[in-house]
């Protein structure tokens, strides 16, 4: 069974203080490792698809990086709107994953002014 | 493009009623998923539909069912209700091509059940 351990759970940063979210991870076949960003009270926003062992992906302040065992989103200069909850997930092989990602329980961050 | 969207967003139900939600996924998607999400067990995965049929279920009772019309748009219909079935319910499509994994997800149906 596919499993997703993210750390921490949850993480405060000053504005400015760069720092990374840790997810590690089993799975049979890694069909992609995905990054979302989820608002309180939204549903998840698509940030990075990483497909394979030293793939690394950038967006503005983020980059997500992507070992055998685990992946890193790395987060430089951060600003408060930054503030929300990383998640992160995985796509397995084989007809039991279709459709199916599996979620970590989330790092919540909060960059203070 | 428009996104995902869901409806109702907020819904309010009695123990023992049941619930249908609705779906509507970004134009050309043909796959779409469900998830509930609560404080306690995070984000699980409910069923997805391609081309009408469901190909996969998660570990949910029979309680919990679903279906795609042709124009790609699902629902998802919860029976009997219980006091545990409150959280958000998430749709989310993609394109249903090989090698295009990443889904988009709507803003959520937040159900509670009194």
């Known amino acids: 069974e596919d499993q997703v351990t993210q750390s921490p759970e949850a993480l405060r940063l000053q504005e400015g203080e760069s720092s990374s979210l840790n997810c590690s991870y089993t799975?049979?076949?890694?069909?992609?490792l995905f990054w979302y960003r989820q608002d309180p009270g939204k549903g998840p926003e698509f940030l990075f698809t990483?497909?394979?062992a030293g793939e690394e992906k950038e967006k503005e302040r983020l980059k997500a990086t992507l070992t055998k065992k685990e992946s890193f989103l790395h987060i430089t200069a951060p600003k408060p709107e930054d503030s929300a909850t990383y998640l992160c997930a995985v796509r397995g092989a084989g007809g039991t994953s279709y459709g199916k990602l599996t979620f970590g329980q989330g790092t919540i961050l909060t960059v203070h002014p | 493009k428009a996104g995902v969207t869901q409806t109702p967003r907020y819904l309010i139900k009695t123990r023992g009623q049941q619930v249908t939600l609705s779906c509507s996924p970004i134009s050309g998607h043909r796959s779409v998923s469900w998830y509930q999400q609560t404080p306690g067990q995070g984000l699980q995965f409910l069923f997805e539909y391609f081309s009408e049929t469901q190909r996969n279920k998660g570990n949910f009772p029979g309680r919990f069912s679903g279906r795609q019309f042709s124009n790609s748009r699902s629902e998802m219909n919860v029976s009997t209700l219980e006091l545990g079935d409150s959280a958000l319910y998430l749709c989310a499509s993609r394109p249903g091509g090989a090698a295009l994994y990443e889904q988009y997800f709507g803003p959520g149906t937040r159900l509670t059940v009194t």
């Open positions: 799975v049979s076949g890694l069909r992609g």
């Open positions: 990483l497909y394979s």
